[in-house]
């Protein structure tokens, strides 16, 4: 075999500071002008890699695809995205910073780092005079962070016909692989009450926050009784003056599930809420929903795992708590895994960053992979 550990290390230079000028590309989700920026930094870099590309326009921010190989052959499909948790100006505050080996910064971890990764892989692979055992295609998608709302249905058609999903996430802590995930889904309560004084005339008027706050005790009972489930008020809102009796009120909830079957039990009591004082409305919507990826595939390990010691790598596979787009094809039953990406910390925290060391040598391992798979 070629010797993609030796090329990728000649390349690795570059690859630190290939990473650094994209995560000066600040790209909050949602910030369509932000995200297409570097979408077309990353559809010219594809192309010069030989690759055949395609935008796919959403008014939230571009979804990119890029083929390696075309037909309609048995394909592996790469999972990666560029929108990040950080709002513009983040680099004001926290900046770009390489120094013993680590590069921190927003969005280096989670995950510019990987999409370096898989370039760095297929620049490896063209130096190295090899091709990829199969066609490849590599989808990178512009909303992850918020559950992939318009993206979905794109992970989802090109996973039509793929032999193996990789995941271009960040890894487990020590390089481990992820072979599962937890299920993911974010609802909205919304509850509608009755304006009036609240003064002179607060018997005609229904507080929709009064309501809001029954409602998450009745959600915190549904939840005592699903041990396994993991869940999180994370925003509540509603109101506007003291004096007015709340008409309106919100809150989102975060939920984690370990398997359908939980996740559909626990979506269904959710959407039975009811009222509990005369007047109000409630109402509960999904916004976004992963299903929970439960059954690692041992094969696709092991695959990976010959072909991390072809590299010279141990590798190692287990489940993780976070969702990822690798979900959709994991739970669909397509061979799966994730945590391509570099080593590091940190994501969405302050402390974000990378072991720099680690660009190369993720690269090499898919390399490999997609020498072989």
Not at 66 to 77: F, I, K, Q, Y
Not at 140 to 166: C, K, N, W
């Amino acid at each position: 075999m070629a010797d993609f550990s030796g090329a990728a290390a000649g390349l690795a230079e570059g690859a630190v500071a290939r990473l650094v000028a994209y995560a000066r590309h600040e790209t909050p989700t949602g910030d369509a002008h932000a995200l297409n920026a570097l979408a077309d930094v990353l559809e010219e870099r594809y192309r010069e890699l030989g690759a055949q590309t395609e935008r796919v326009a959403q008014e939230t921010g571009d979804h990119l695809v890029a083929r390696w190989g075309g037909g309609d052959a048995p394909h592996v499909l790469l999972l990666g995205h560029h929108d990040t948790v950080w709002p513009r100006g983040t680099l004001d505050s926290m900046p770009l910073a390489e120094e013993d080996g680590v590069l921190r910064g927003p969005g280096v971890y989670d995950m510019k780092g990987g999409l370096v990764v898989a370039e760095l892989a297929f620049e490896v692979l063209r130096r190295s005079g090899t091709a990829p055992a199969r066609p490849v295609r590599l989808v990178v998608v512009a909303d992850e962070e918020v559950g992939s709302p318009t993206a979905r249905p794109l992970v989802e058609a090109h996973t039509a016909g793929a032999v193996a999903v990789l995941g271009l996430e960040s890894p487990h802590p020590g390089g481990a692989l992820k072979s599962a995930r937890l299920g993911s889904t974010r609802v909205r309560i919304e509850v509608a009450g009755r304006a009036a004084h609240a003064a002179l005339d607060p018997e005609s008027g229904v507080s929709a926050i009064d309501e809001l706050v029954d409602q998450l005790y009745a959600v915190r009972e549904i939840m005592a009784a699903e041990p396994t489930v993991l869940c999180n008020v994370g925003t509540v809102g509603g109101g506007g003056r003291t004096n007015v009796v709340p008409d309106r009120a919100a809150a989102d909830v975060g939920l984690r599930f370990t398997d359908v079957a939980t996740q559909e039990r626990v979506l269904a009591a959710l959407g039975r809420l009811t009222p509990v004082r005369a007047g109000a409305e409630v109402g509960v919507r999904t916004l976004t929903s992963r299903p929970a990826w439960s059954d690692p595939d041992d094969d696709l390990l092991a695959r990976v795992a010959e072909a991390g010691a072809a590299v010279g790598q141990e590798i190692t596979g287990r489940p993780a708590a976070g969702g990822a787009d690798t979900n959709t094809a994991g739970a669909a039953g397509i061979p799966t895994l994730d945590g391509f990406g570099p080593l590091g910390g940190g994501a969405h925290a302050p402390d974000e960053r990378i072991e720099t060391a680690s660009l190369p040598a993720r690269a090499a391992l898919l390399a490999s992979v997609l020498a072989t798979l």
